[in-house]
């Protein structure tokens, strides 16, 4: 009890030195905004009071880094004003406000490119670079980096070196550059440890970590994580352990040693939950449910899954949230919960449908950014011209070059967008062409297939109808001997199945109960025979296709996609269950065909020679539809595709 109150006592005296220096600190500043005349000093000492609120009070912060920036406005302090961007951007991403964030740190660029300091312009072309990360646009983010990189270069500064080039390898990974993204992580390493940098060492090996699990190099990928993690308990920091032991489950995952990554899964969920760091818990809980999911045990799988939705709707985190609703409905499929599966798929969708929206309002946002960068880097070059020409011309001169430069760049840029507009409108003339010429061959495919059945139904199946008959009262007045009667029936026999036969093949080349019942009821006809052939399981599922009314050319298109793929299923995936849903949602059609077959790779549908993917992918085109194949040797078969009912109508 002693020893306890001994250890509170300590602490109380820490955190009152603490708090005294902080408030001398304050103090001292507050005592400089209010004595000081209105100069550099006073700029610098509003940016440092407002520092000390970043984290406590952001918006106090906001407001001191404003009064700075006002003061240095107003003295005419460039380098004041340009700075005033470092600060105001911790507050602003930190709200999430990155659009708003990018603009101020343009604003300062052209101040630094007018001064020409080096270190200046890696300091803002690195807080660009940062913005345009942050916004996912990836490649603008390194293009900014780059010039970053190369001031930093010139000036041998191994700090700045090392966070820039970390910042590059980490968006060269992201846009799929993974063995260069690992080069520049490497060469970010060498200067973290020259710096003895211990989080820029770990950040570093973390890009590293990445990029060898994304080259399948996942041994490697495991040493590194493993490297992560004692750094994190040697600092005593909680975020780099759990990004060791959560990169080092999802290695061993990878690397198929279930035992090990549910381990390490375990241990960072547990520890998630205790520092209060429950992004990770979303994270291992689907790669925990994955692992049970491997070794086949589906409901051990289920209720670690349901707590990582249960943690991802609590976090708002959609992408993860989508992921793990995906799993979910698979796990219930997997166990024969197919109403539940079903339920989570369509949850699942939705989310992506919402995500994909979202990612649309945010390109548009993006491309205003990108339009307002144009436009601030065009005044950069200006402002470059201008100062060059002073040097030798007058101002008058200078400024008739500028005007004449800005006319020509005006005139390039209507010339360019013209020929922009004129491409385009080319691109979709060819479009509209291809389109026409998809449809009349779709078109005269089903007027022909319509002629073949009524020819084979009316004209041959009357025919062996008639033969049957007439031998049939030809067996009446004829006596026969027992082989010859036995003859006769295998051979009336055979003639009843070739009849059987030819209504089949009549009824698959156009099914009247597409145009009688519809398309749902057709699909519900088509997978029931398949069934009967006893080749495949087919299950058939329908959702909110009451009353819906789908028109002849989208229904058939649709029964021609479907019957083309269970045809691949049948003759190409080994498969033993098929599950064809039809799910209709407002103006949208979702059609899943998924198998349990032996799969294949993706890539090749893009070098397919085959007629029959051919024929699928021409139909989606001609109804604007999308599809979307997810396959893999020896995990079954999906395809999904989306149609708007209302704009093919």
């Known amino acids: 009890m002693l020893r306890s109150a001994t250890i509170l006592l300590s602490f109380l005296i820490c955190s009152i030195i603490t708090y005294s220096q902080d408030r001398k600190k304050l103090d001292s500043l507050l005592g400089v905004i209010n004595s000081a005349k209105h100069d550099t000093l006073k700029v610098e000492a509003f940016y440092k009071y407002g520092e000390e609120f970043e984290s406590s009070n952001p918006d106090t912060a906001m407001h001191f880094f404003l009064k700075g920036k006002q003061l240095a406005q107003k003295i005419g302090f460039d380098k004041g004003i340009a700075v005033s961007s470092s600060y105001m951007l911790i507050v602003l991403n930190n709200k999430g406000a990155y659009k708003e964030g990018l603009e101020i740190a343009k604003e300062a660029i052209i101040i630094y490119e007018k001064r020409g300091v080096k270190k200046d312009l890696a300091i803002g072309y690195t807080n660009i670079g940062s913005q345009w990360e942050y916004l996912s646009e990836y490649n603008l983010a390194a293009e900014n980096y780059t010039k970053a990189l190369k001031y930093a270069a010139e000036l041998n500064e191994k700090k700045f070196l090392r966070v820039i080039l970390n910042n590059l390898a980490s968006v060269t990974i992201t846009i799929g550059n993974y063995s260069k993204g690992k080069n520049y992580a490497e060469q970010s390493l060498v200067f973290a440890k020259q710096l003895n940098d211990k989080y820029g060492i770990a950040s570093s090996l973390y890009n590293i970590a990445e990029a060898e699990n994304y080259l399948k190099n996942h041994t490697n990928a495991l040493e590194y994580f493993k490297q992560i993690e004692i750094i994190g308990k040697e600092t005593e920091d909680d975020v780099l352990i759990l990004d060791g032991m959560l990169g080092k489950a999802d290695s061993y995952n990878f690397l198929n040693n279930t035992s090990f990554a549910k381990i390490f899964y375990d241990s960072v969920i547990t520890m998630a939950k205790r520092v209060d760091a429950m992004p990770y818990v979303v994270n291992a809980s689907k790669g925990f449910a994955d692992c049970y999911s491997k070794e086949g045990n589906y409901k051990a799988a289920l209720p670690i ?178 082989d010859t009667a036995q003859a006769f029936s295998r051979s009336m026999d055979m003639l009843d199945n070739s009849i059987k036969e030819m209504r089949r093949v009549a009824h698959n080349m156009m099914p009247e109960s597409l ?94 020679e085959g007629i029959g993917w051919k024929n699928i992918k021409s139909r989606v085109e001609f109804l604007k539809g999308s599809s979307d194949v997810q396959s893999a040797h020896g995990k079954g078969t999906a395809v999904n595709m989306e149609f708007n009912i209302e704009a093919n109508d």
């Open 305 to 482: 899954n349901k707590e990582g939705i249960a943690v991802a709707n609590q976090l708002g985190t959609k992408n993860e949230l989508q992921d793990l609703l995906f799993q979910a409905s698979f796990l219930n499929e997997k166990i024969g919960n197919t109403a539940e599966a079903l339920t989570l798929y369509k949850a699942a969708q939705i989310i992506k449908d919402s995500i994909f929206s979202n990612n649309n309002l945010k390109s548009i946002a993006n491309i205003d950014a990108k339009y307002e960068t144009e436009k601030k880097e065009t005044l950069i070059k200006l402002q470059q011209a201008e100062i060059r020409q002073k040097k030798d011309l007058n101002y008058l001169f200078g400024g008739g070059a500028i005007v004449l430069s800005l006319l020509s760049f005006m005139g390039y840029r209507s010339y360019k967008q013209r020929k922009k507009v004129d491409q385009l409108r080319i691109a979709e003339l060819e479009t509209e062409k291809q389109l026409s010429a998809t449809e009349a061959v779709l078109k005269g495919e089903e007027q022909e297939r319509t002629r073949l059945a009524k020819d084979l139904h009316d004209g041959l199946g009357g025919m062996l109808s008639g033969i049957k008959y007439s031998f049939n009262n030809m067996k009446e007045n004829l006596i026969l001997t027992t």
């Open 515 to 608: 145009l009688r019942y519809g398309l749902d009821k057709t699909l519900q006809d088509y997978t029931a025979e398949i069934n009967k052939s006893g080749i495949v399981t087919v299950a058939y599922q329908s959702m909110g296709m009451e009353n819906k009314i789908v028109s002849n050319t989208t229904a058939i298109t649709i029964y021609r996609i479907v019957q083309e793929l269970l045809n691949n299923v049948t003759k190409h995936a080994a498969a033993k269950q098929v599950l064809v849903q039809l799910l209709a949602q407002g103006n949208k059609l979702v059609v899943n065909v998924e198998d349990d077959g032996r799969g294949f790779d993706t890539e090749i549908l893009e070098r397919a």
